[in-house]
């Protein structure tokens, strides 16, 4: 299983609510990354997990507040968005082995696509 | 602070090779040239990476010049689901160290 799935593949929420993307894999990969991507732009780091605990925060806004229950799960909490939050929010998943490891890729999921009113 | 450059936008006729280059002038000693493409409405999906050897898999071949200052990602016999956004990243090579995107090239396969 290379899967990282993601729910919902589809979110429209408005500016009150408060809203949870989804994210999971089986690969037994301990890192686990957020990006964000507005259309026709690449992707941006938003938060990083390793080993179930925050290793970066590329400067997010709390409005986003990610979740690592276990090394299998990340989560990514909203509440009180913007109309410009609106975009793809990808999920993706690496082995992070020691340093030196050879083969560090990064297996994304379909994102999921939210749209703020 | 981009650390690589790729031109905006390539074509390439249908079963033809396609040669996407890549610049980055200013890779370390320990930074590994990644290749990843994105299919519209998907997820970025790997394809290759090397560090000074020329690499090859079943996607896709890498060369990567002598003094490491640029590379080129080689899709030997372009298929029309070959059309994507390819993205060449400069990383270090463990653990969590973040994977940061440039603008990319839009490849578009020509029938």
């Known amino acids: 299983d290379t899967e990282v799935t993601q729910t919902p593949k589809h979110l429209v929420m408005g500016m009150t609510n408060k809203k949870s993307l989804k994210c999971e894999q089986h690969m037994g990969h301990r890192a686990m990354y957020w990006y964000k991507q507005k259309a026709k732009k690449p992707p941006e780091l938003m938060f990083v997990?390793?080993?179930?605990?925050?290793?970066i925060n590329e400067s997010v806004p709390s409005r986003f507040s990610p979740e690592c229950p276990n090394s299998s799960l990340l989560n990514l909490h909203l509440h009180a968005l913007q109309p410009e939050d609106s975009a793809l929010y990808l999920c993706?998943?690496?082995?992070?082995?020691?340093?030196?490891?050879?083969?560090?890729?990064?297996?994304f999921g379909s994102g999921t696509q939210l749209s703020v009113l | 602070d981009a650390k690589t450059t790729q031109p905006p936008s390539m074509d390439c006729a249908e079963g033809r090779a396609a040669n996407l280059p890549c610049n980055h002038s200013t890779i370390s000693g320990n930074e590994y040239v990644y290749w990843y493409r994105q299919i519209h409405s998907q997820g970025p999906q790997y394809i290759i990476h090397?560090?000074?050897n020329n690499e090859t898999n079943e996607m896709a071949s890498l060369i990567i010049t002598e003094d490491r200052k640029s590379s080129t990602l080689i899709l030997p016999h372009a298929t029309l689901r070959d059309t994507a956004v390819y993205y060449c990243i400069v990383r270090v090579n463990f653990g969590n160290e973040k994977l940061t995107f440039g603008t990319g090239t839009r490849l578009t396969i020509i029938p």
């Open positions: 997990y390793s080993y179930e605990k925050l290793s």
């Open positions: 993706a998943s690496s082995q992070d082995g020691p340093v030196g490891a050879t083969n560090e890729k990064l297996f």
């Open positions: 090397g560090l000074k």
